[in-house]
């Protein structure tokens, strides 16, 4: 009898939560819409809010960069102020050097069927297989292949790397 009572307590309780999930859903699919405005309708009070500005303490060193941190980074709000006469920042600002990777030359591969020799090369710890004229990074071609010296270029810039 004890099971019996009990399950009907479970069935009076149970419909008792479906109801309430039932009204729930059917107020949100057929409740009622906000007031739409007239198109001349005007507002008395116009609730704004006032702009909300953040500074950023960017002084911390870049994960994605080998530099060394500087502790007097400019914070992002302050915007540089641009220079009274053009031609002075130019002039004040040289071009960056462009920086050559770490590059050695370890030797010569030759194939008997093929005229192009086959360089292999280090270029910052990574090894590559490399024939004239392929490119090891952005703009950095291979000019020549000799058994004792390896010519790279980038732009109008070349250096001759010695085999190790």
């Given at each position: 009898m004890k099971s019996k009572a009990l399950t009907y307590v479970m069935?009076?309780?149970?419909?008792?939560i479906w109801y309430q999930v039932f009204f729930r859903v059917k107020n949100n699919l057929l409740g009622e819409d906000d007031t739409i405005p007239n198109p001349n309708q005007s507002f008395e009070q116009v609730n704004a809010m006032a702009r909300d500005t953040v500074d950023l303490q960017v002084n911390y060193r870049d994960p994605f960069r080998y530099?060394?941190?500087?502790?007097?980074l400019p914070l992002l709000s302050e915007s540089p102020k641009p220079p009274a006469n053009p031609r002075a920042a130019m002039n004040r600002n040289p071009k960056p050097q462009?920086?050559?990777?770490?590059?050695?030359?370890?030797?010569?591969i030759?194939?008997?069927?093929?005229?192009?020799?086959?360089?292999?090369?280090?270029?910052?710890?990574?090894?590559y297989n490399?024939?004239?004229?392929?490119?090891?990074?952005?703009?950095?071609?291979?000019?020549?292949?000799?058994?004792e010296m390896l010519t790279i270029k980038?732009?109008?810039?070349e250096k001759t790397v010695e085999r190790k």
């Open positions: 069935l009076v309780v149970v419909g008792i530099e060394k941190m500087t502790t007097n462009f920086a050559w990777p770490n590059i050695s030359y370890h030797g010569l030759r194939n008997r069927k093929s005229s192009k020799p086959l360089a292999l090369i280090r270029v910052d710890g990574l090894v490399l024939r004239l004229g392929d490119e090891i990074f952005n703009s950095i071609y291979i000019k020549s292949i000799e058994p980038y732009k109008k810039l």
